[in-house]
C-alpha cells in the first residue's frame, strides 16, 4: 500500500475546524414549503425550462433540459406544483437574478418513475446522455457537467481515475461524512466510471485528516472486490484541487489551460462518484446532496438538502447565533458571500458557513507591500503573486498575463499568508475582469470593422457591377449601332461613333425613341367611330386626373424605401 | 470583509519587524558589552530621529500616522544604520544617517516598501563620502569608558586618534599598502583577535545567532545568507591559498567589517532586494563578490555597503531573469513542459 506520493510546491495549513460537524451522522433537511430552481446550475449553458406555472410536478421530473453541449438537466427536487419560472436571486456573490423555476411542494415527496439503463451494454454516447439528463454535475464545487468528462483520452483510454475525497477547505466535511456513510456508493460509482473512461487504476485520494473515511472506503473497496487504491495524502490546503491531487497521487503536472485527459488522468469528486452510482444504478437524478452547516451555529453538521431548498431555512436547523452577520456558501478559503440569506442551496453549494465578526474578522487595513515574498512561498501555482499585484495595481495588464495571471486558481493561499493583509486575490480578480471586459470589447471594435469593411467592400462591389453592367450595356448598343453604321451611312454621318461614344449613345437612344414614336403613332384607336373616340378621350383625361391625385400618396412610402438600403447588413457568411 | 479568503494568518509587517528588531538583540548586547554601552545611546538618537520622521514624512505626505509608524519598520532602519557606524560618532552624524535612510531613501520613494535601495547602506554610504575621518573611528573592545564614549557622542571632542583604533580591516589594508608586512604579520596586531577584529568577532556571533532564528521563524529564507556567506568564504579560499601573504584567510573576512550583520540583516532586505530563489542567489553572490573586490582592491576598507547598492540597482532585472517556472511548466514534471 506504500505508494510514491509527490508534492506540490506551497499550500497552507489554516485551522481545519472540521471536527464539531462530524459528530452527528447525515440528517435529511425537511422539504420546504417552495423551492427555487435556478436553471443555471453547471458551468456551461444554463438548462432550458421545459415547465410552466401550474403545472404538476414529481420528484425527479426534468423540469429543465441541458441548454447545449456543456450543460446539464435539472429536475424537480420534490413532488408539488410549478408555482413560476422566472428571475430569482441565486447564490452568486453579484447577486444578480436569474431565472429559476419556483415549486410549491405538496409534502408527498412522490418519485417519478425512474429510468434505467445498463451502462455495460449501451453505447457510451447514450450513457453520457443519460448522465447529462441525470443532472449529474461536479459536486465539489466546479459543477462541470460529469458527462463531458465521461470519456477516454487518446487512444480509448485513461492511465488513472482520480477519486477526490481531499476535501482540504476548512470546516467543510460534505465529502467526509459521505465516505463514511456511503463508501458503497462512491466505490461502485468509481467502478462505472473507471468503465466509461475504460481506466487502468483508480486512486481514491483523501486528506489523512480524515482516517474514519479512510478506513471505510478501504472497507468498502474490499467488500466490493475491486482494485482501486485509497491512498491518504498530506494535509495540505490546496490538496484538494483537482490540478493539486493530480500532482501529489500522480506526479503529473496539468498546465493551465489543458485538460487532464491528455495527460492520461480524470479526476472526479467522491460525491460525484456516488451521484453517478445513483443516476445509473438505481435511476435517481441528482435532486439533492450533502451540505454541511457550520461557522456561527449552535450544532455544526451534515444534511442531505434538495436543491432549492432555502439557506436560511437548512441553517435555522442547526441553531444560527443571533450575531450572524452574512452566509458565506463554500469554505473560509474560496467561500463565495451570499448577497441575501435566502438564496437556495444548489449543486455547487457543499457548505454554508455562518459568518460573524468573531468567526470572519473585518479585513485589517492593507499595508504596503514589502516583498518579503511569503505568497511566492505559499502558491501552489508557484507563481510570483507580489509581482501580480505590482502589475495590477498599476493596471499593466499584459504585463500580468506574461506572469501567468491566468494560471491562478484564486485559492487565497497568498492573502492568507500576507502581513501586509492585501487582499491579493480581490486584485486578481480585477485585473482578470478588466482584461475579459478588454476582450470583449476588442471583440466588439473588431466585429464592427469588420462590418463597416465589408459595407464598403459591398458597396464598393454593387458600384463595380453596375460600371460592368452600363459599360456591358453601351458596348452592346456600340456594337449594334457599328453594325447599323456599316448598313445605314447617314445614320453613321449624323454620330461618329468611334470618335464620341457618348454622343452615339445618345444618338442611339434618340433615334430608338423616335423609331418608337413613329411605331406608336397608328393606334388602334385611329378607326374608331367619333363617339367611342369621345368617350376614350373622356377616359383619358379622367385617368390623368386619378394619376395627379396619386402622385402624393405614391411618394409617401419612398422613405422607408431609403431606410432599408441603411439596414444593418446580414452577417457575413 | 467582502472577498474570500475570509481567515488570515496570524502575521502582520509588525510582527516580521519586531522579530527582525528581537533577532538583532543578540549582537547588540554583545557590542555593548564589549565595545561599550555607546551603541545604546546612538540607538536611542537614532530610533527617536526615524520614527520623528517616518512620522513627520506621513503626515506631510497625508498618509495615516498610526498605523504606519506602528509597524515597526522605522526603528528597524534606525537600528541598522546605527549598527553599521562606529559606536562613537557624534549624535548629529547619526541624526543626519537617520534622516537620510527615512526622509530620503524611503518617504521620497514612495514610503515602505518602494524604496529600491537599502536606506541603511545608503546611509552609510553618504555619511563615509562625506564624513570619511568620523566614520572610520572604530574604538577596540573594552578600551573606552562609558564616560568617554558618552563625551565622545555628546559633546564635541574629537581627539581620539591615540584611543581609537583603525579597525581590523583597515589595519590590514594600510599594512598591506606599506609594501612591507604580510598578512601574518599585520594580524600580529592588537586590533585583531583570534578570527577578525578583537572583540568584533563575538558581536559577529551574536548576530549568527539571530540570523539563525530569523531564519527559523522563516522571516528570511536561506538563500541570501547562504550565497553571500558561500561566496565571500569562497572567493577568499581561493585567493588565500593562492598567496596567503597577500590574501587575508576566510575566516578572517566572514568575522571581520559587517559580514555577519550584513549576510542576515542587510542583504535580506526584502524591499529592495531580489524576490526569486535563483535572484536571491545572484543578489546575494554578487554582493559578497563586489564586497571582497573592495576590500582588497577599492578605496573603501569595507565594501559591502557599496556591494549592496549594486547589487540593489540589478534587481530589476535579476527578477525578470530568474521568473520560476509555474506550475505545469516544469521541465523534469511528468507530462509537463511538452
Known sequence: ?573 | MIHSPYVRKAVSVQRTMGLVLLALIPGIVAHALLIGPGVLVNLAISTITAVGAEALMLHLRKRPVAIAVGDLSAVVTAWLVTLCFPPIVPWWLTVCGALVAIVAVKHLYGGLGQNPFNPAMIAYCSMIVAFPALMSQWPPAGQLSFDTQLALILGGARDIDGITGATALDALRTGLRSGTQTVDAVLQGSAFGALGGRGWEWISVGYVAGGLFLLAKRIITWHMPLAFIGVLAGISTLFWLLDPGRFASPLFHLASGGAMLAAFFIVTDPVSGATTPRGKLLFAGGIALIAWLIRNFGAYPEGIAFGVLLMNMCVPLLDMKTQPPVFGHHKDAKGGGK
Request: glycine content about 8%; overall charge negative; aromatic content about 6%.
Open chain 1, 1 to 573: 500500500m506504500l505508494r510514491e506520493l509527490f508534492r506540490f510546491h506551497g499550500g497552507v495549513k489554516p485551522a481545519t475546524n472540521k471536527s464539531a460537524s462530524t459528530t452527528s451522522p447525515i440528517a435529511k433537511a425537511p422539504i420546504p414549503a417552495r423551492l427555487v430552481v435556478p436553471l443555471h446550475q453547471s458551468l456551461g449553458s444554463p438548462a432550458i425550462a421545459l415547465v410552466e406555472p401550474g403545472q404538476r410536478v414529481l420528484k425527479g421530473e426534468r423540469i429543465g433540459a441541458a441548454g447545449g453541449r456543456l450543460s446539464a438537466a435539472i429536475h424537480a427536487p420534490t413532488s408539488g406544483v410549478v408555482r413560476a419560472v422566472e428571475p430569482a436571486l441565486v447564490p452568486h456573490a453579484s447577486g444578480l437574478r436569474e431565472p429559476a423555476v419556483i415549486i410549491e411542494s405538496d409534502g408527498e415527496d412522490r418519485w417519478a418513475e425512474p429510468e434505467h439503463i445498463n451502462y455495460r451494454i449501451t453505447p457510451p454516447d447514450e450513457v453520457r446522455d443519460f448522465v447529462r439528463d441525470a443532472g449529474v454535475v461536479g459536486l465539489g464545487g466546479a459543477v462541470f457537467p460529469t458527462h463531458q468528462k465521461m470519456r477516454p483520452g487518446s487512444g480509448g483510454k485513461t492511465r488513472t481515475l482520480v477519486l477526490n475525497g481531499a476535501e482540504c477547505e476548512p470546516f467543510i466535511t460534505c465529502d467526509d461524512m459521505l465516505m463514511r456513510e456511503r463508501a458503497d456508493g462512491i466505490v461502485s460509482g468509481a467502478a462505472i466510471l473507471r468503465h466509461m473512461l475504460q481506466a487502468e487504476e483508480v486512486l481514491i485520494g483523501i486528506e489523512d485528516n480524515k482516517p474514519e473515511a479512510i478506513a471505510a472506503m478501504r472497507q468498502a473497496v474490499a467488500a466490493a472486490g475491486e482494485h482501486m487504491e485509497v491512498v491518504a495524502v498530506p494535509t495540505r490546503y490546496p490538496a484538494g484541487g483537482a490540478k493539486q491531487l493530480i500532482r501529489v497521487l500522480t506526479g503529473i503536472e496539468v498546465p493551465h489551460g489543458e485538460r487532464s485527459t491528455d495527460y492520461g488522468v480524470q479526476c472526479f469528486n467522491v460525491g460525484t462518484a456516488y451521484s453517478v452510482h445513483e443516476a445509473l444504478e438505481l435511476g435517481r437524478p441528482l435532486v439533492s446532496r450533502i451540505v454541511t452547516v457550520a461557522g456561527n451555529v449552535e450544532r455544526p453538521g451534515n444534511y442531505e438538502v434538495l436543491i432549492g431548498t432555502p439557506m436560511d431555512e437548512l441553517v435555522r436547523l442547526c441553531g444560527p447565533r443571533a450575531d450572524t452577520r452574512f452566509l458565506v456558501m463554500g469554505g473560509p478559503m474560496m467561500g463565495v458571500r451570499m448577497p441575501a440569506f435566502d438564496v437556495p442551496v444548489v449543486k455547487a453549494t457543499n457548505c454554508v458557513l455562518a459568518a460573524d465578526d468573531k468567526l470572519f474578522p473585518p479585513a485589517p487595513p492593507e499595508q504596503p507591500c514589502i516583498r518579503c515574498t511569503e505568497c511566492a512561498k505559499a502558491c501552489p501555482v508557484e507563481l510570483q503573486p507580489f509581482e501580480l499585484y505590482w502589475f495590477s495595481r498599476s493596471k499593466n495588464f499584459g504585463k500580468a498575463q506574461e506572469y501567468h495571471l491566468f494560471d491562478c486558481i484564486e485559492c487565497g493561499c497568498c492573502a492568507y499568508v500576507c502581513p501586509s493583509h492585501i487582499p491579493l486575490v480581490d486584485y486578481y480578480r480585477f485585473s482578470k475582469g478588466e482584461i475579459w471586459a478588454r476582450e470583449r470589447e476588442k471583440a466588439a471594435a473588431d466585429q464592427a470593422r469588420e462590418r463597416f469593411e465589408f459595407r464598403n467592400f459591398r458597396q464598393e462591389r454593387e458600384k463595380a457591377e453596375k460600371a460592368a453592367k452600363l459599360a456591358a450595356k453601351a458596348a452592346e448598343t456600340r456594337a449594334k449601332l457599328a453594325e447599323a453604321g456599316t448598313a445605314e451611312a447617314p445614320a453613321a454621318a449624323e454620330a461618329p461613333a468611334a470618335e464620341d461614344p457618348k454622343k452615339a449613345l445618345i444618338a442611339a437612344a434618340l433615334a430608338r425613341a423616335k423609331a418608337q414614336k413613329a411605331e406608336i403613332q397608328p393606334q388602334n384607336t385611329d378607326n374608331l367611330s367619333p363617339q367611342t373616340q369621345a368617350e376614350i378621350a373622356d377616359i383619358e383625361t379622367r385617368r390623368k386626373a386619378l394619376e395627379a391625385a396619386a402622385v402624393p400618396a405614391s411618394t409617401a412610402p419612398a422613405p422607408q424605401a431609403a431606410d432599408a438600403t441603411d439596414l444593418p447588413d446580414e452577417p457575413r457568411p
